[in-house]
């Protein structure tokens, strides 16, 4: 006889005390390590620093500068890549013929490096605001509509052939069914999707940028700055988690139908 | 290239199909499968004419067809010979004449119960008072009223179930298609849902198609039952029900039902399990 572990449920509490106590022990590692001098300064800055230079830079305004100019771009850059890739991905996912056309290039694409489109893409747009854009379009684009397909063709066959004995035609069926039914893995997929988005900002930000988050990241390399350096990751971990806490607060709001 | 709509040909032979009121008529279907290994005949030759207002079941050994032959009915799966008719027109898609119960659970989930029985009828823009009517009919022939506004994932197996027949009635379909709906249901909720069946049917007079595996249930709702034979399946035999019309639970255990379930029972054929 074994007690059952694998799997077993914990409270809400004990997970959320768990989950503080990595965070605290990972500041602690990060503490020690730095400040009894295992790991040279310039390599590994102390927290205290980094929080000190994250204190100074939202005083003198810079920070909240880059933060809105890097939102900025992943909000456009995404917005582009959702107003094509889900039309495309729901198209693919519902018509063989139109996978037949959209999936083997996407899949293709997707395997290149983001980084090394940057240099084309300022030969195509230039270096302005749009060649930021349009990395992180190109970097979630290719990904976004191979997922969406995936969510479309998640709807269940008797949920589709339930409709049409309910008398839908072949649009009603994508608008009436596969659309609704498929929303809620959409936004899941959206959630992952912004994630990677903000991965994909230093990337943007390396094209002859000089504001913005991936580039203050950039330019403290330069100068050696790893408390700046620090700052800048942990920022872009925070903002990059909070939007995705709230994206799965609004899904849970927005489907109190999902079981 | 996507929305290229067919339109039904009126069927060239239907002087057959139109002695005695047919609703559904199949003649000669054939099905094959074709795969790397080659083609694979499931069915062949299966003829069966159902009568307006009949119930009728369809039983068969596993993997016999039957469930594909229902879907061949329905328009969901293409048939490689033969035809299937619907008063007076081939049948090359599914359409709202032919309402759908499935073995798993299709209600809408972003709906609410209510909204599922309406929803074909809105596609039909059905007026607004008429549609609360027909709805309100339904959930009460379910015994469900309370639950009009709930979310599917609130019900159990069998109320599920129970508005999915209400969702495919309330659209007053030519014929009732149903594909072992009641499969994966405890032996209780199955049985109450066999009797529901019956008295709905009673009272409403669909014609229904009802796919089973459960011989009990066949002759227990139908007025006819046709008996498949193993693979490639074609119909064995066509056996009329002549039991009470008003049916409760008690029949089960009358000798007129054993006798015919007997019946049947011996007309499945049996593929023993080889002792090694």
């Known amino acids: 006889m074994i007690k059952i572990k694998i799997r077993k449920g914990i409270s809400k509490r004990k997970y959320t005390a768990l989950a503080t106590i990595a965070f605290l022990a990972l500041l602690a590692i990060w503490t020690i390590a730095s400040s009894l001098g295992f790991v040279k300064e310039i390599f590994l800055p102390n927290p205290l620093k980094v929080l000190s230079y994250f204190v100074q830079a939202v005083k003198d305004g810079s920070l909240w500068e880059n933060t809105k100019v890097s939102v900025y771009r992943i909000t456009l850059g995404f917005v582009y890549a959702m107003a094509l890739g889900i039309p495309a991905g729901i198209l693919m996912g519902s018509f063989k013929k139109l996978e037949a056309l959209i999936r083997p290039i996407c899949e293709f694409i997707r395997y290149m490096p983001v980084p090394a489109f940057v240099p084309l893409i300022m030969v195509w747009v230039g270096i302005g605001e749009s060649a930021k854009i349009t990395v992180i379009f190109i970097g979630t684009f290719f990904q976004l509509v191979l997922m969406v397909a995936d969510d479309a063709m998640s709807v269940p066959d008797d949920l589709i052939n339930a409709g049409y004995t309910l008398g839908t035609g072949t649009g009603q069926t994508i608008f009436k069914i596969i659309i609704p039914a498929m929303l809620p893995r959409l936004m899941e997929t959206l959630r992952m999707m912004i994630g990677w988005a903000w991965t994909y900002l230093v990337s943007a930000e390396l094209v002859a940028a000089n504001s913005g988050l991936g580039y203050t990241i950039l330019k403290s390399q330069r100068f050696l700055k790893t408390d700046a350096i620090f700052a800048g990751i942990v920022l872009i971990g925070l903002l990059g988690l909070a939007t995705d806490r709230i994206f799965a607060f609004i899904n849970k709001k927005l489907f109190p139908w999902t079981e | ?276």
């Not at chain 2, 609360?132 to 009009?148: A, H, M, Q, R, T």
């Open chain 2, 1 to 276: 290239m996507f929305f290229k709509k067919k339109t039904a040909e009126p069927a060239q032979n239907h002087i057959e199909a139109n002695l005695a009121n047919s609703k559904i008529y199949v003649k000669d279907v054939k099905k094959v499968y074709s795969s790397a290994k080659g083609e694979t005949l499931a069915m062949t030759g299966v003829n069966l004419n159902v009568l307006e207002n009949e119930f009728v079941c369809i039983v068969g050994p596993s993997g016999c067809g039957k469930s594909t032959l229902l879907r061949m009915i329905a328009g969901l799966d293409e048939i490689s010979g033969g035809q299937i008719v619907i008063q007076d027109k081939n049948i090359i898609g599914p359409g709202p004449d032919r309402g759908m119960v499935f073995q798993s659970y299709t209600l809408f989930p972003w709906m609410s119960v209510g909204d599922n029985i309406r929803f074909g009828l809105k596609l039909k823009n059905v007026p607004k008072e008429k549609q609360e009517e027909i709805v309100d009919k339904y959930l009460k022939i379910i015994g469900l009223e309370k639950f009009k506004d709930s979310y599917p994932k609130e019900l159990s197996g069998g109320m599920k179930q129970r508005v999915a027949i209400a969702r495919a009635l309330a659209n007053s379909p030519e014929v009732l298609l149903m594909d072992e709906p009641f499969s994966a249901l405890d032996p209780q909720t199955k049985a109450d849902m066999q009797v529901l069946m019956r008295q709905i049917w009673q009272v409403e007079k669909p014609t229904v198609i009802f796919v089973t595996h459960d011989i009990d249930e066949a002759v227990f709702l139908s007025s006819r039952i046709f008996v498949l034979t193993a693979r490639p399946g074609t119909v064995k035999r066509d056996i009329p029900v002549y039991l009470p019309h008003e049916r409760n639970l008690g029949l089960k255990d009358t000798e007129e039902f054993i006798r015919i379930r007997r019946e049947v029972n011996s007309l499945i054929d049996r593929n023993p399990i080889q002792e090694n």
